[in-house]
Each structure stands twice: as structure tokens, then as C-alpha cells.
């Protein structure tokens, strides 16, 4: 099988890095372009075997699997530019949330997955978000899963809910880490605690916490009480930020939804009115 990337940006080579490292693919298998050249020419070099191509229509029509990495705005011109090169036994992957399902079937003859990836599948964790079209076969799907699983947890998940499942699997680690920077931040302020100190202490328990999560059986509430005691240092911790994050989600997730029906409107208007 041969598994195809057009854009070898961030995420595009994290996910063939990621694959490359978990044995989920040799290099002779892989075939990357991207706009910049120089970009794909660099995974060649760390990667003997893997193919960097300069025109995405050789990538599509070597590939069996094509992920598409690209940024929305330049996503229309990429279909455009493959549609004769993608017959119908191919699945094309895209890993671009605004890009809906209809926007690629309207589009192109293949089977058409949309597949979320998250940063943390660089250390083969955390999700990725699966959305199947209707072309996609049970078999299609079984290979499809059979890549993703070597570096992620993969979830089927409507694509009404991609959105809020993006915010949760896929941004989450930025939030996250923006709400453990600005703790470590107010401890080094607050106490003189050497910031790298910090910085370590904060990781390790994000990490292990992690694992609770996941692994050890607790949900987060069960975790919230076991740490916790009535009346003691933590409840009161707890008190502190119920009180301040009032409504802060409910705020990031109506912004971060209506970001996205802007996005999608854009791509809406370049696939289906190229004028404007
Ligand atoms: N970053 C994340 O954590 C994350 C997570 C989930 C999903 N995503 C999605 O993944 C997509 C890519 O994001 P990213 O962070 O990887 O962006 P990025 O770093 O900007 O990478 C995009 C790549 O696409 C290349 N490109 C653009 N137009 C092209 C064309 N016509 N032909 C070939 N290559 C082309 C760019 O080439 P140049 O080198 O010339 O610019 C660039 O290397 C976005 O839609 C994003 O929403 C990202």
C-alpha cells in the first residue's frame, strides 16, 4: 500500500514522522509533496526511500491513500489540480476541519475520509477524529483504522460535531497548555520558584494525570473528590477557579464555532462560486 501527502507543513510531517517511527509504514511506501519543495525534500534526505515529488498530481496518482495537508484556503486549488489523477478506488483523506464531506464528493470520484489529527499523536497518543463518507467500504475503513491506530485512538464522530470535538481532542493540548503556563507563570511570580523547576513539576503531572484518566480508572470527577477534602488546601483551590472559569468555556466554544462557520463559508464560496 502506498500512502500519499500533499502538504508536508506541521501537521502533514508529524503525521508521516509519527507513522515512519511506529512501523505503521516503510519509507518506500511514502510520497510527499509540497508547494515549497524544500520541504519535502528534507523528509527525503532524514527519510531514505521516501519519495518527494514536486507535482501533487504524481503524489495522487501514486498513492492508494492520499492525505491531504493543506490550510483551507488552499485546499480547492489542490482538488482541482489531483481530480483527473484520483480514480474511484482511492481514498483521499482530508485532515482540514472546515472541508466538509459534500465539498470533496461534490468534487472528486473517490472514497473520502476526513480524519482530524491532534499534536499528540506525535508521541502516538490521544485521538484522531474519523469522519467516512459515503463511498467509504467497511474494508476501506478497516485500513484506514489499521494506519491511524499505530499513532492515535481513532473516534468516528458525526461531522455535526466535528467542531466540538476538534476543540476538545485536537486543540485541547494548546488550551491546556496555555492554563499550565499561566499556573506556572503566577508560581514563579507568586513564590520564586525557579521557573524550570516549575515547568518539570507542571509536566509530570499533567502527564500522570493523563494516565489516571485514561488508564487508572478515574473519571474526572472521582479524580476532582479524591484529591480533594472538604474544607482543606485543594476544595479551596477548586472554590478559587469555579468561581473565575464561570462561563469561559461556554465563551471559547461559542468563538471557536463561529470561527469555524466562517471558515466553512469561505471554503463554501470557493467551491461552489470560484468568482468571489
Ligand atoms: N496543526 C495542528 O495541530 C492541526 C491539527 C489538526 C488539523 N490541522 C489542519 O491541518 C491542515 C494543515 O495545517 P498545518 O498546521 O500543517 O499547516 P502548515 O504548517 O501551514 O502546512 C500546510 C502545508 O501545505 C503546503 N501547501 C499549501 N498549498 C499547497 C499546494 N497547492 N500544494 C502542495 N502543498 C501546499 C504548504 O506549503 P508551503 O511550505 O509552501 O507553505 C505547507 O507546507 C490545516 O487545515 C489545519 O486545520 C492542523
Do not use: W
Amino acid at each position: 500500500m502506498n500512502v500519499g501527502f500533499i502538504g508536508t507543513g506541521s501537521m502533514g510531517t508529524i503525521l508521516i514522522e509519527s507513522f515512519l517511527r511506529t512501523n505503521a509504514l516503510r519509507p518506500d511506501q511514502l510520497i510527499a509533496a509540497n508547494r515549497t519543495f524544500a520541504k519535502a525534500e528534507r523528509l527525503a534526505a532524514v527519510h531514505p526511500g521516501l519519495r518527494a515529488v514536486r507535482s501533487n498530481r504524481e503524489a495522487a496518482a501514486g498513492s492508494d491513500i492520499l492525505f491531504i495537508c493543506v490550510k483551507p484556503k488552499d485546499f480547492k486549488a489542490v482538488i482541482d489540480e489531483i481530480r483527473p489523477c484520483v480514480d474511484p478506488s482511492r481514498i483521499l483523506v482530508s485532515i482540514t476541519s472546515p472541508v466538509l464531506i459534500r465539498h470533496l464528493e461534490e468534487h472528486l470520484p473517490c472514497k473520502i475520509a476526513k480524519v482530524i489529527p491532534s499534536i499528540t499523536n506525535f508521541v502516538n497518543s490521544g485521538a484522531t477524529l474519523a469522519i467516512y463518507g459515503s463511498r467509504m467500504e467497511p474494508r476501506d475503513i478497516e485500513v484506514l483504522e489499521n494506519l491511524l491506530k499505530h499513532v492515535s485512538t481513532p473516534h468516528v464522530i458525526p461531522e455535526s460535531h466535528a467542531r466540538v470535538c476538534s476543540d476538545l481532542a485536537s486543540c485541547g493540548p494548546a488550551f491546556l497548555a496555555f492554563f499550565i503556563e499561566r499556573f506556572v507563570d503566577a508560581a514563579v511570580r507568586c513564590t520564586g520558584i525557579a521557573r524550570a523547576d516549575a515547568c518539570r513539576l507542571a509536566a509530570e503531572m499533567v502527564r500522570g494525570t493523563g494516565l489516571l484518566l485514561t488508564e487508572g480508572g478515574f473519571t474526572f470527577e472521582t479524580l476532582r473528590e479524591r484529591v480533594s477534602v472538604p474544607g482543606g488546601i485543594t476544595a479551596e483551590g477548586l472554590r478559587i477557579l469555579a468561581l473565575d472559569l464561570e462561563g469561559t468555556f461556554e465563551r471559547l466554544i461559542r468563538t471557536t464555532h463561529s470561527k469555524y462557520d466562517e471558515e466553512v463559508n469561505k471554503v463554501e464560496s470557493l467551491f461552489f462560486n470560484p468568482q468571489s
